[in-house]
């Protein structure tokens, strides 16, 4: 399968040194499901990367393998020159979930302090931060709100705030918007860029939808299952800023019909063997 691009299409915002390497990486599983085959993926720092595929194909295991969260069973994963899961420093990533994942019986800002307290820091220590976090997602007023008393965008927004208190270099986020409504997966997508821009983040962002990965990513890396790897690393050449009016080009309108024809194929690529 020819991909399109390995290249830096995103206008020059991303630099020429790698963030992540994965070399020939396979997941099999306990049962003996080939979760992910022979992925091999170069992600430069501040690049912001989708993996968009359907259900199964192995996204959320890519993640978690990234992450350290789950360990390879062939080949290698680099991140920022350590071996995954084996940085010295552990804030250098934020991991965002599909469920906000919040403590309910705490306050906004006790859920956002947390991986500072696991980290030693003491609720004095870590105020300036956790507020600082807050701004960042606009929930400056909220801190001593319980997540009840929060919309499911608000309550995301706690999430990525949490994620973001460490000041990680590479933010990983798996279909954080999925169970969101149109309008609020919109704004929340206009945030996630406001972000990456402003705090010089390297993004890999799981979802189903073609729109939002071609919305908010310089680069799509397409997915099948079974086993699930990579059959398509789609470089976008739209530029930055994105927004409202970015949805209305007809350059919007040709890199979602690029995504989605390589997203169809994805289902003469099913080995039925596996
Ligand atoms: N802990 C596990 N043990 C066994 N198989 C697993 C485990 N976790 C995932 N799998 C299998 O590995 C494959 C890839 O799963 P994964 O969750 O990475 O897919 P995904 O692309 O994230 O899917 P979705 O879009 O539904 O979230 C699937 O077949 C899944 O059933
Ligand atoms: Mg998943």
Redesign the pocket.
């Known amino acids: 399968m020819p991909d399109q691009s390995h290249g830096h299409p995103d206008g020059g915002r991303a630099g020429q040194t790698a963030l992540i390497e994965m070399i020939d990486v396979d997941k099999e599983?306990?049962?003996g499901?080939v979760?992910v085959r022979d992925m091999s993926l170069v992600i430069n720092k501040g690049e912001f990367v989708s993996f968009l595929?359907?259900?199964?194909?192995?996204?959320?295991?890519?993640l978690k393998m990234i992450s350290g969260l789950l360990s390879v069973s062939n080949g290698s994963i680099t991140v920022n020159g350590h071996l995954a899961g084996q940085s010295p420093d552990a804030s250098d990533i934020g991991y965002v979930f599909q469920e906000a994942n919040l403590l309910p019986w705490a306050t906004v800002f006790e859920n956002v302090y947390l991986p500072l307290k696991l980290r030693g820091l003491s609720r004095k220590e870590a105020s300036a931060r956790v507020e600082e976090a807050l701004a960042m997602v606009g929930l400056a007023k909220f801190a001593k709100s319980y997540p009840r008393q929060l919309s499911g965008g608000m309550r995301m927004r706690v999430s990525i705030a949490r994620a973001m208190v460490t000041k990680p270099k590479l933010l990983l986020m798996d279909?954080p918007f999925a169970a969101l409504d149109e309008m609020t997966r919109a704004k929340l997508n206009d945030d996630v860029l406001q972000l990456w821009e402003s705090q010089g983040l390297t993004v890999i962002f799981?979802t189903?939808s073609v729109f939002e990965s071609v919305y908010l990513s310089s680069r799509v890396v397409v997915?099948a299952?079974r086993p699930?790897r990579v059959v398509h690393d789609i470089a976008l050449g739209d530029g930055y800023p994105r927004n409202a009016a970015y949805r209305m080009t007809a350059a919007y309108t040709e890199s979602c019909r690029l995504v989605s024809n390589a997203l169809e194929g994805t289902m003469d690529h099913v080995d039925l063997n596996h």
């Not at 595929?53 to 890519?62: I, L, R, V």
Request: with cysteine; proline share 5%; charged share 10%.
């Open positions: 599983f306990a049962n499901t979760a595929g359907p259900s199964g194909c192995g996204k959320s295991t890519a279909e799981v189903h997915m299952a699930g």
